[in-house]
C-alpha cells in the first residue's frame, strides 16, 4: 500500500478533529432548536393558543361564571362583596346559577371575547402599541337583558326565595303604600304585593344594566410602570419568537462548515450530513420522551404547589392550560424529532450504499487536493483515500 506523506497527515488530521466537533454540536445544537420551536408553535400560533384556553375557561363554563360573578358583586376596599342583586342569588343552588349564566350570557359570547382577545393581543405583539388594549364586549349581555333577560332572570330567581316573614312583609307593603323604594329582602311577599314588588326589581335591574359600559378592560393601565412593564415583555416575546423560528440556522451552519471541511463527494456528504443529523434526532427525541413522564411530573407538582390563595375554579383552568399547552410543545418536539431522525436515516444509508466513485464529487469541489500525491502512482489512488469515522 502506498503511505501518505507525513506532513499531508498533518495538515488533514486537524481538519477531521474540528468536524468532529462541529458533528458533535449539531447533535446538540438541534435538539435545542427542536425544543424551542416546538414552544413556539404553541406560545406564538393563535389558533393553537385559542384552542387551549378554549379547552379550560369556555367549555367548563367558568368565563361564564366569572361574567355573572362581575355583575352580581361589587369590589370595596380591596374585598369583593355581592351588590345587591348578588345578594338576591342567595338561595340558588348551582344549577339555578347555571341557568341564570344562560340568561345573562348569550350564546357563543364567551367563544367571540376569547378569540377577540388573543387577536387584540397579537395584534398588540405585532404592531407597535405600548400595551395591549384588552377588552370584552358588553353590549351583547346589556342588550339581551334588556329585551327581556331581565325579567327571566328575576323570574329564576323569585322562584329561589322562601315566603317573607310577617316583618319582612310589613316593611315591603310600608314603603309601597309610602311611595318609598321598598327594601331589596330576598323574599316572596303575598298577594297583591308580590307581582308590584317583583315589576319594581325588574325595572331596578334594568336600570343598573342601562350604565353597563360597552367595553369592560381585562387589563388595568392606570398602574404606575405598567406601561415599561408591557414594553419589557413585549420585548422577551419577541425575542422568543425569533429564537424559535430562527435557531435552527445555527445546526445548518454547522452542517455548511463541515462540508467546507471535510466533504468531497456526495457519498460523503450523505455520510457526514446524515450521522450528524441522526445523533441530534435522537437526542431530541430522548429528550421529548424524558419531558413527556419526568417534566410533566415536575410540573404537576409545581402546579399543585402554586395554588395558593386562587379560588379553586380558577386554579384548575390555570393548570389544565399549563399542562394542555406543554403536552401540545412535547408532542410538536417529539414528531419533529421522529420526522428529522427518519430523514437523517435515510442520508445516512445513502451515504454507504451510494459508491464513492470518482464522477461523484460535488461540482466544484477539488478532487482530494489535500490528498493527492502526484508522485504516487494512480493505482494507489484507492488506497490513499481518507479513512476514519465517516469516511
Not at 59 to 66: E, P
Not at 318 to 340: D, L, N, V
Request: glycine share 8%; hydrophobic share 45%.
Amino acid at each position: 500500500m502506498g503511505s501518505r506523506p507525513n506532513h499531508q497527515r498533518f495538515r488533514y488530521g486537524p481538519t477531521r478533529w474540528v468536524a468532529l466537533l462541529l458533528a458533535g454540536a449539531i447533535a446538540v445544537s438541534l435538539p435545542l432548536a427542536l425544543a424551542v420551536r416546538a414552544a413556539g408553535s404553541v406560545l406564538f400560533a393563535p389558533r393553537t393558543v385559542t384552542t387551549i384556553f378554549s379547552d379550560h375557561l369556555i367549555d367548563s363554563g367558568l368565563l361564564r361564571q366569572l361574567v355573572i360573578q362581575g355583575m352580581f358583586s361589587r369590589e370595596t376596599n380591596g374585598q369583593l362583596t355581592a351588590s345587591d342583586f348578588g345578594r338576591l342569588m342567595t338561595y340558588a343552588d348551582d344549577q339555578q346559577r347555571q341557568a341564570a349564566a344562560d340568561i345573562v350570557v348569550p350564546p357563543d359570547w364567551a367563544q367571540t371575547q376569547l378569540e377577540r382577545l388573543i387577536t387584540d393581543f397579537f395584534a398588540w405583539l405585532n404592531g407597535d402599541g405600548v400595551a395591549p388594549e384588552l377588552t370584552v364586549e358588553l353590549v351583547p349581555i346589556r342588550q339581551g337583558l334588556l329585551d327581556g333577560g331581565a325579567a327571566d332572570l328575576i323570574d329564576l330567581i323569585w322562584s329561589t326565595w322562601p315566603a317573607c316573614t310577617a316583618e319582612q312583609q310589613a316593611q315591603i307593603d310600608s314603603a309601597l303604600r309610602s311611595g318609598a323604594t321598598p327594601p331589596l329582602v330576598a323574599c316572596r311577599p303575598s298577594k297583591p304585593t308580590a307581582g308590584l314588588y317583583r315589576q319594581l326589581i325588574v325595572v331596578g335591574l334594568e336600570n343598573e344594566v342601562q350604565s353597563m359600559p360597552a367595553t369592560l378592560a381585562v387589563i388595568d393601565l392606570s398602574a404606575p410602570g405598567s406601561a415599561d412593564e408591557f414594553q419589557q415583555a413585549k420585548r422577551l416575546l419577541i425575542n422568543l419568537r425569533l429564537l424559535a423560528n430562527w435557531l435552527w440556522l445555527v445546526p445548518a451552519s454547522l452542517l455548511g462548515v463541515i462540508v467546507a471541511l471535510v466533504v468531497r463527494s456526495w457519498p460523503g456528504l450523505f455520510r457526514w450530513w446524515g450521522i450528524s443529523l441522526l445523533a441530534g434526532g435522537l437526542v431530541g427525541t430522548a429528550l421529548a420522551a424524558l419531558g413527556a413522564t419526568i417534566g410533566a411530573t415536575w410540573l404537576d407538582a409545581n402546579l399543585v404547589s402554586s395554588a395558593g390563595s386562587l379560588p379553586i375554579a380558577l386554579h384548575d383552568a390555570i393548570s389544565g392550560i399549563a399542562r394542555q399547552g406543554y403536552q401540545t410543545a412535547i408532542s410538536a418536539f417529539f414528531r419533529q424529532s421522529i420526522i428529522e431522525s427518519g430523514a437523517a436515516g435515510v442520508l445516512t444509508l445513502l451515504g454507504v450504499l451510494v459508491r464513492p466513485d470518482s464522477d461523484q464529487r460535488i461540482p466544484g469541489e477539488p478532487a482530494h487536493v489535500e490528498l493527492d500525491n502526484a508522485s504516487e502512482p494512480e493505482a494507489h489512488g484507492d488506497e490513499s483515500r481518507p479513512s476514519g469515522m465517516f469516511g
